[in-house]
């Protein structure tokens, strides 16, 4: 064979080329985007896996505090373009890429998004690791290697359908198996007491099933790409042992049959962030993890010199991300006691100074809880070392309230209910040093309404950590446009420094740059107006002012509130001949769980109520609605950019925080909101001036709870233009031939006692639309606002949250090259 | 299940030949062991240099037969792997049961006793 004379192409094109022909078995010649795409990937991953293993290094030589993030959920979204964006080889990709024959765009959008998360919660824990990786610090993430993600979202006929979302379909080049370091994980069994040779109660957990959880290692590679932390994701095999057993039983069916049973524990996400019920597999998820990711960071203490588990605090923080991974408490005290051999008292001590907590939501079924006889039957020791906690616990109560039953009764791990159950809140906030909301508002709501109890007894765990989003995801990257505006503008490194956004403020008043920024945005909502078109085949006009509320369907984040002021928009147009102040495009996206009947209501409503208003010529040219299908990262990243007014609506007092507001904002659009979660501290930022806020606070709504003052029916009878909305919803206006299909929106709302004070927000949302709607007609004094709100989002960046938890909770370092 | 037994010193020591300890071989090991605890010998060493898993099965069987040396005889494991181990300590078996590093310590600890 002729030898090959040519030198290798530098940089990228030799090894995408390489991986290509020999990692993916391809002969020569044109490469699909997806093929493109994995082998880039792995190009990209090499890079990563050098930063990996240089950053270990560093931790090693620094013998560095390390922090692990436990979370059920990481909403990660696709990688390719990210990590390109952190190691600054944008350009290049592209540039190699075309000479390849491929286009960028094409190879990014190839990839599937990894929706290992429902929502809010995940997507942080996935903004968190950016942070931690981009300030250098030894943050780690321990999750679940779900072989299906959220589910992907279809609509038929206004109605929202499930499909399984296969995200690993072709593969996921990202991740790195390390099945060397394989965990088992003991369930079910029973336990056996005996005493040991010092005459002391020794219970042998005996009888367990074995699992084994596989890791597979996904590199976070920070801004800058100086430093490349790790995301590590568990997988359910069972234990070959496992097998052998029903194998030798001779029923080879049923042993297939059993070891898919047993694997079905990593098999599928759980579509909802609440967990009601006793779901037996979402316990095994949950203990699955904690048993995997405290077994691994017991394991990686050990590796180190002299290790003495006195130090352990010392060298390893756990942050439980909500209450979901809160059995790690219990599991490391069963392996602290039970295999270490420690005391209960040395043990607790190591325990309590390792793990903190934070809570993110306000409501009720959020705070889990698990019947105590699951407890017995999947983690018999656990339930001991539970019970034997609660009783300290409670010690230590009633020496601080004596005679206080009720509040021993309130405050219990374990709820006297029938069936008993275990608290889980309770077990983490007992557990930990730290407990922290998520806003400032919220964690005085957790301090004062959630667990008043807890606080009273130990005021100085509790703190606040307002949530923050990366600003590389959702600025540098969703929004080139505006980012090389600001680039041009302020100077580079902004994106790791968005305090730096402040300098724009100088040119607010600056004609040019006002209509550079305008431009931007047009070119963002050119961008959706595109992708509405390929998706929902609607066309709507980049023109009008685009309100967006994008974010999981739910009553309280009250979609329907929106839906009737477009109703009423509607209605006063057709009947009255009132025109909205402003053209407007109404952009929704978001999921309903799958069984959340009233949420997936919404979603057929918004459906319907679009439809009516697209084929009435009445309101052609100014006013449309659309719902974009199975809302994920990537498309977020899309929308996002596109927004001019954000919809932040919530019933005050149940979101904890909101993360889409503070990504919103930071992309110039204008929020409409309650005073409710970081809407607050917009406020507080960005300007009261600079946002609309309207509605109820959240003592406005505590005080109507609690004297029983809220009459829905007296504000319906007395609202004729809310009356009007209500009542033809009754009708068959917005649903042809469908009498009755929408009569639950007046039932829930005047007679079933409205809970999330949807009428009573409606007049004064109404009014704060339409001032919005005016607004939108000066364009200088918009503009100037939209600016400021991009100038002033600088401390909701992760990076600042990250900071704030590293110095005062976790106590780590940055450990930089 | 391939066990043998010899008996030095009085103590008898059944030195397993098997990867696992499961399901398949722990009842023979539990009768096999269990005859000769009722044949009289109480001291036992369970030799588990080959041994690389153990199930709960497993354990049980060896669980039965310190039960049945109890309360004047001995049962004494030996050679016991790392991820044995663990299962010991996971279970809180190594608090009732001696483990030796080879068979021969283990014999001579229990036969000393």
Known sequence: MAQDKTPPPRGLAFPILQHARYGLALPRGALTARELLTATALTIRDRAVEGLLDTEERYLEADAKRLYYLSMEFLLGRSLENNLQNLGLLAETRQVLAELGGDLEAVLAAEHDAALGNGGPGRLAACFLDSLASLDLPGFGYGVHYEYGLFRQEIEHGRQREQPDNWRAYGSPWEIERPAETCLVPLYGYIEHTVDAEGRYNPLWLGWKVLVGIPYDLPVIGYGGRTVNWLRLFAARSSQEFDMEIWNEGDYLRAVAQKLESEKISKVLYPADTVAGSRELRLLQEYFLVACAVRDMVRRFERRKAADFADFPQKVAIQLNDTHPSLAVLELMRILIDEKRLPWEDAWQIVAASCGYTHHTLMSEALERWPVALFETILPRHLQILYEVNHRFLAEVAAHWPGDVDRLRRMSIIEESDPRQARMAHLAIVASHSVNGVAATHSEQVKTALVPDFHELWPEKFNNKTNGVTPRRWLLTANPGLAALLDEAIGPGWAADLGRLRKLESLVDDTSFRAAFAAVKRGNKERLTRLIAETTRVEVDPGTLFDVQVSRIHEYKRQLLNVLHIAHQYLALCEDGELPPVPKTYVFAGKAAPGYWAAKQVILLIHSLAGVIRRDPRARGWLRVVFIPDYRVSLAEVIIPAGELSEQIATAGTEASGTGNMKLAMNGALTVGTLDGANAELRQEVGAENLFLFGLTGEEIGALRANGGYRPAEIYANDPALRRVLDTFDGERFSPGDRGRFDWVRRSLVSDGDPYFVLADFAAYRAVQERAGRAYLEPAAWWRAAILNVARTGRFSSDRTIREYAEEIWGLQSIAP | ?113
Not at chain 2, 11 to 26: F, S
Not at chain 2, 47 to 52: C, F, I, N
Not at chain 2, 81 to 108: C, G, N, S, Y
């Open chain 2, 1 to 113: 299940m391939n066990i043998d037994f010899d008996i030095t010193r009085g103590v008898t020591v059944a030195k397993l030949h098997e990867r696992r300890l499961d399901a398949a071989g722990a009842p023979d090991l539990k009768s096999r062991i269990g005859r000769r605890i009722a044949e009289g010998e109480r001291l036992i060493v369970l030799d588990m240099t080959p041994v690389e898993f153990v199930d709960s099965t497993g354990l049980s069987a060896i669980l039965s037969a310190l039960k049945g040396v109890a309360p004047d005889g001995k049962l004494a494991l030996a050679g016991c792997r790392p991820v044995v181990l663990e299962l010991l300590k996971l279970t809180r078996l190594d608090r009732i049961l001696q483990h030796f590093p080879t068979a021969e310590e283990a014999t001579q600890s229990i036969a000393i006793a």
